[in-house]
């Protein structure tokens, strides 16, 4: 008895929460809607949820590393690299499709795998702040994706490139989506039912006792900063796709949008909260107020101040909210 009841009270607590999440994207969905009709239009419901998937991807990146208590802020400039580098790789053998539409896919992935991997040494091995290395890496890959090609965007893919990445549909759904929705279940696997995941959540809530109890902390910390530089990967490998060339500037503001979308998701900053729906429902957000802004036609600057603001407003009701549930 005692325990239905226990399962009844986490089932409306979890639901609370997803109302929590999602309600406030529906209301300014619906206000901007209310002020311009082609907000609700099937066209940009469409262009709202291919949005969301790729930021979501990166946002998902991005909280494999708030669990940790950990923060990566050369996620957009690890974007743009692979963009760059993995383009310029895979010009050199433009005669043969697919080799390299193969040696674009794993180049992109090796190059992302190298950058967690540099970025999880210097913080798990060498005991730097995260914040002090991501941002080192941050200007590093800025340094370098500007160098490598001048700051233009790298061109001349092998014919029908894009109807391979872009173009081509499984059940009606484009493959890019097809393999987002993928890496988001095996990631949500991942968290949720391996020791590897739970390790994570573990570390970020209380890294004494994670070490106490066993867990190589910093063999964990390493693999999730791999697991984030990999995820940003694909991500930037599906987007170079999508934009048919290699763009120095295509990581842009996605640091900023990640950590917005990750708080407003529900994951924290001091470690421990947080999973895919939390990628899912901040992405979501962020995507319905950037193109509802758009549509509105809201200076870009403007748009800055109101993530900002969002960010800091989350932040306040996040600690607010933890510190009336200790007290209670």
Known sequence: ????????????????????????????????????????????????????????????????????????????????????????????????????????????LLIGIVIGAFNGFFVAVVNINPFVVTLASFNILLALSSTITDGFPVSGFPPNFSRLLVDAEILGIPVPIVIIAILLAAVAVLLNRTVFGRSLYLIGSNRRMAFTAGINVKLHLLGAYVLCSALAAIGAVLLTARAGSGEPNIGGSLALETIAAAVIGGARLRGGEGGVFSAIAGALFITVLSNGMNLARIDGYIQQLCIGAIIVLSLIVDRLSHGSSRSS
Request: no cysteine.
């Open 1 to 108: 008895m005692a325990d239905a009841a226990i399962s009844l009270r986490s089932s409306m607590i979890g639901r609370l929460g997803l109302l929590q999440r999602i309600l406030p994207t529906l209301l300014i969905f619906a206000g901007f809607a209310a002020y311009e009709p082609n907000v609700a239009s099937a066209g940009n419901l469409w262009n709202i949820a291919v949005q969301t998937s790729y930021l979501a991807l990166f946002t998902l990146g991005q909280v494999v590393v708030l669990l940790t208590a950990g923060l990566d802020l050369s996620i957009g400039l690890t974007v743009s690299y692979v963009s760059v580098a993995s383009a310029l790789t895979m010009t050199q053998f433009i005669d043969n499709p697919a080799l390299a539409l193969a040696v674009f896919l794993v180049s992109g």
